[in-house]
């Protein structure tokens, strides 16, 4: 460590740093395995990257309590002190961690008022900057019910008393990063079977930063489903995630949406109201925006989603409506990425199979698709993207027979 403004280089006891941040001990806890780290990275460690083993001795962590090392705090301090001249700043002592009791307490005193809600919800958000450990206390202590329920019940009100509650409670449900389990529950308990239909309603008639958390919180709870509960999707569900799409209200909620098309859209008749909901035309304006198309990982849950609907006649019917579709798809291929390169092959190979008129194929050839596949197959990609390419040309080589891209294989294969 250098000290501070100082050129000297002080020795630091080893035992005093961190184990995972390999830096100085401001809070110092002990884990099960009876290892010491530093309360901040252990906890990102635990909960971030949702790991439950030591990593120093690999066993599992069998209680995810972490137990202040008061002594070892203690030591760092005064060694700090003693170094003050060597530009070593004193760590602070660290405050405790919220204690459930308190927070199960706030929770039943906002029950009293609307003006105690309030104040329990700005508590709350106060609580949970603090530290991990509190976002964990504070899910044990049923936070995120509470706010589910409190999200439930605005929701249902007329749209004129949707307001700072709703919102707030939207906000810190979140950002409370609730652990799969508790997501789960949400959409499990006697009142669970609303939170989806509540987030549909918000998603319709919210102000914008509502809309979007409203949309991020979907995409979490529609994560842990079960196939049983995605496949009797709603109707309104496809509706409001196409009008997020639509609007474009943040790039965080537009990712968000795509990522809940491509969880749902292949279980039961969910193709179908996807399709019937508008989400094709919708995705190819999308394509269009060279804003969108920045990220490629937008591009590629788009194509994702294309092929997807493609493989349902309807799906292929409403692709082949958007005057656009055929050229934007093509000129995704071998510009986005591998995955964005075979969905967008698999896309143009559905259409180009089971809704093949002369007018399809000519303008597939005007529109460059007879060379672009061509070129899939002399560049370096995917086995199976250049499967279907070949597949796709040597359907219809008898048609573009002509095109002076064809491989002459082909065209032999069809000497007429």
Known sequence: MSGGSMDEEIEIPPFFLCPISLEIMKDPVIVSTGITYDRDSIEKWL???KKNSCPVTKQDITDADLTPNHTLRRL????CTLNASYGVERIPTPRPPICKAEIEKLIRDSASSHQNQVKCLKRLRQIMSENATNKRCLEAAGVPEFLANIVS???????????????ESLNLLYHLETSETVLKNLLNNKKGNDIVKSLTKIMQRGIYESRAYAT?????ILEVADPMQIM???????TEVVEILDDRISRKATKAAMHILVNICPWGRNRHKAVEAGVISVIIELLMDESFS???????MAMVVLDLLCQCAEGRAEFLKHGAAIAVVCKKILRVSQTASDRAVRVLLSVGKFCATPALLNEMLQLGVVAKLCLVLQVSCGGKTKEKAKELLKLHARVWKDSPCLPKNMVLAYPC
Request: no cysteine; proline share 5%; net charge negative.
């Open 216 to 220: 991020l919180l979907l995409k979490n």
């Open 47 to 49: 909960f971030s990257g």
């Open 153 to 167: 019940n605005e929701s249902e009100n007329e749209f004129q008393s949707l307001g700072s509650l709703t919102d």
């Open 294 to 300: 920045s990220d490629r990982r937008g591009p590629e």
């Open 76 to 79: 760092i301090q005064s060694w």
């Open 232 to 238: 009797t999707l709603k109707p309104e569900v496809f």
